[in-house]
Each structure stands twice: as structure tokens, then as C-alpha cells.
């Protein structure tokens, strides 16, 4: 059996004690880079319809890693979301230069700029955020984020004579010529 120790009184619980910490917080209202991390087809809630659910992850700066999570009424009693999901999903199609898709997952990984708004809290819900409809727009319209640093060489270290050398470092030689004859 794989040994672990484990000492609970060396663990600081001050995030933990209030929840998940900076994941508490919606992020704030703003256009971000993302891509599609999960996508489900499933019912609604009251299985009068079906709907496409798509957790967003964005991508690089103070909230890099944060899901969203989006859901598009693709059938459903009403007219008007069904219509805003099919405009959502329009936007998404253009934002990744795509005509069609036949499987959510030919959604993921396409980076891609959201415009997230946030969702005052509400009764028993907590603030969130949620994508503005239509709010998708190609990343190639965004402008460039940084380059990781260039990984530099070490400078090069000089190179010590041959002959200041201890005799295991030195390059091996071919001594052909003190041959005994």
C-alpha cells in the first residue's frame, strides 16, 4: 500500500473556508479570449426541449483557466430562445470560420473572443457570468498577446588549453607516432 503523510494542521484553509476562493467571484464584464473545453447535447431542465451546453475556458491573462459555461436552446417551446441560440451558434460558426458543424466537439479548441457580461445575483443564485448574445468574434481579430521569453543558450564557458587539463579530460589522442618499432 503507497505511503502518504498528511499533517491537517499545516494547511491554510482561509480560501477554503469561504468556498472555492477567487473562483467565488464572477470574472468581470469584458471581451476575452477562450475556446471550447466540453460540449453536451442534452435535455432541458423541464424536458420539453434539448439544448447545447459549451464550457468555455479562457485563455491567458489574470483570468486564465475560468469556465464559462453556456447553454443554447437548440429545441424548445419558445421561439425566441430558440432563435437566440441559432444566433449564438451563427456567431460561434463565424468566429471560427466555420459553415456547419455535424458534433459539438468540432467546436473545441478554436480560440476564439467572447464578450462576457455578469449576472447580478438573484434569489437563491449566486452573481455569474454569461456570454452576450452574438457575443463571439474571430481571435484573429484580436490584438497579438505576448510571446513566451526566447529560451537564450548559457553563455559559453572558455575553454580550458589542452595542456592545463587534467590528463582524464583531455581529448584522446592518436600517438601513432611514439609507436615503438
Known sequence: MPSYSFNAQEV????????RGKYDNPVPAGTYSAMVI???????????????????SIIGG????RHIIARYNIDNPSEAAV?????????????????AFDMTEELHDHEVLIDVEVEPASGDYKASNKIAIGGYQSAASAPPRPAAPAQTQPP??????????????????????????
Open 62 to 65: 489574470e483570468h486564465d483557466d
Open 12 to 19: 491554510d484553509l482561509s480560501d477554503a473556508q469561504t468556498g
Open 38 to 56: 466540453e460540449s453536451e447535447y442534452k435535455a432541458n431542465s423541464k424536458a420539453t426541449g434539448h439544448m447545447i451546453v459549451l464550457k468555455w
Open 83 to 99: 432563435r437566440i441560440a441559432q444566433q449564438d451558434l451563427v456567431a460561434i460558426c463565424h468566429a471560427m470560420g466555420r459553415e
Open 156 to 181: 559559453p564557458q572558455p575553454v580550458a588549453a589542452e595542456a592545463d587539463k587534467p590528463s582524464w579530460e583531455r581529448a584522446f589522442q592518436d600517438f601513432q607516432d611514439d609507436e615503438v618499432k
